[in-house]
């Protein structure tokens, strides 16, 4: 196992086809990023999923716990080199057409702009710093449009790392990505203090737990 890898081009090189057999996920990035480099996709028929993965398309969706139907679908493309170049080819032409960062973030201005006619500041929380690194870059684009960002997260280093970087605060509120009542509750006290301290037009919550505690 690798452990968190942040530079994956070289392991997307190395495989034919990605498989994502969750049982549940928020929107998964891994998707987009196995499309990007023309892999196709077998993935869990779940919500996210379902919005990052076009079926028969840019790869296939099987149902939850169905080891027959994932075993057949990882087949199918085993067999069918035409199919994986297909599908992956696909792929690379939807991400490129509907997910690049500068869209996102875009879109996210225009619907911040829905909510607020002029969002000057946007606190984003997630539950762990690594999450963070998917925002790299967001915060550069949004100064330019007159937004500024601010992030949640709890401890760790590479809260640090990112905000040095990015050149944004980063505030710690101790979260964890399992449902512990007590410790729940702390996090929402804390995070009222520093919602009351920054007076955000916006608050962006970014994961399940992120966005219980944000609620």
């Known amino acids: 196992l690798t452990g968190i890898a942040w530079e994956t081009p070289s392991l997307y090189a190395a495989m034919d086809v990605l498989c994502l057999p969750s049982h549940r996920e928020g929107f998964p990035n891994v998707v987009l990023e196995a499309a990007a480099m023309q892999l196709p996709v077998v993935a869990s028929d779940v919500p996210g999923v379902v919005d990052a993965l076009q079926d028969g398309r840019t790869g296939t969706l099987v149902p939850v716990r169905d080891p027959a139907a994932l075993t057949a679908a990882l087949a199918r493309y085993a067999e069918d080199p035409a199919l994986r170049a297909s599908h992956g080819a696909r792929g690379r032409a939807w991400v490129l057409e509907r997910f690049t960062q500068e869209r996102i973030w875009a879109a996210l201005d225009h619907y911040y702009r829905g ?24 915060a550069a684009f949004m100064r330019e449009r007159n937004v500024s960002l601010s992030f949640v997260s709890s401890a760790g280093r590479e809260q640090q790392a990112f905000a040095e970087r990015e050149k944004v605060h980063v505030h710690s509120v101790e979260m964890s990505r399992r449902i512990t009542p007590l410790r729940d509750l702390l996090s929402i006290v804390r995070l009222l ?23």
């Open 193 to 215: 203090r520093v919602i009351r301290r920054t007076r955000p037009a916006i608050v962006h919550a970014h994961t399940p737990k992120a966005g219980l505690v944000g609620m």
């Open 115 to 138: 909510l607020e006619a002029e969002p000057r500041q946007v606190l984003h929380v997630v539950t762990v710093p690594m999450t963070l690194e998917f925002m790299a870059g967001q």
